[in-house]
């Protein structure tokens, strides 16, 4: 049973969302690049000291779930459907969080163009997804058995392929491509 949250934590939440939830209605109505920290903490009441406490940058305002993606990760293996692979549970996975598939907030869409064509937050992005690398070789291991090495190289390449959806023409198309060769391996037609 997990203890109540108390209301110092609640606040630190709500302060927390408040900054997140600012910092995306003005980078989606003014451009990444147009916006400043000052702007935000003003948008949402709060000193840009205190956003400093809740976000150790302005990148990190768009991508303010990341425990929560980890977690997703790591149960995109470990509660995939039976007779579901590794590299299509994670296939999957990819489409619904870095493409949108299924996502019904509004501003998902908005947010992944924004994401694709600001390159600080495309490289910010990159470099969030392959930190959950070791979390999700292990869970990968887990489930598998097999040997380290090999569900870190899953995993690893598995975090890459997500990266092909910011340049790609067909995200879709060439997250499918990617997950394909992890799923079959590479064979030259």
């Known amino acids: 049973m997990t203890a109540p949250i108390g209301r110092?934590?609640?606040?630190?939440?709500?302060?927390?969302?408040?900054?997140a939830d600012a910092a995306l209605n003005l980078f989606l109505a003014h451009g990444y690049d147009r916006v400043t920290l000052r702007d935000v903490a003003e948008a949402a009441d709060v000193s840009t000291t205190t956003l400093l406490k809740h976000f150790p940058g302005k990148e990190a305002l768009v991508f303010d779930e990341e425990a929560d993606q980890e977690a997703r990760l790591v149960a995109a293996v470990r509660d995939r459907a039976p007779g579901q692979s590794v590299p299509q549970a994670l296939c999957a996975h990819v489409k619904r969080t870095r493409i949108g598939e299924r996502n019904p907030d509004p501003r998902f869409a908005p947010l992944v163009e924004l994401v694709r064509n600001t390159p600080a937050l495309s490289e910010y992005s990159r470099r969030m997804w392959i930190r959950h690398q070791g979390a999700l070789a292990r869970a990968i291991a887990e489930d598998s058995g097999a040997d380290d090495l090999r569900c870190a190289a899953l995993a690893r390449f598995a975090l890459e392929a997500s990266a092909l959806v910011d340049h790609a023409d067909d995200p879709g198309r060439a997250v499918d491509a990617a997950f394909d060769l992890l799923e079959h391996g590479w064979q030259a037609r």
């Open 8 to 19: 110092r934590e609640r606040k630190k939440a709500a302060t927390r969302q408040s900054l």
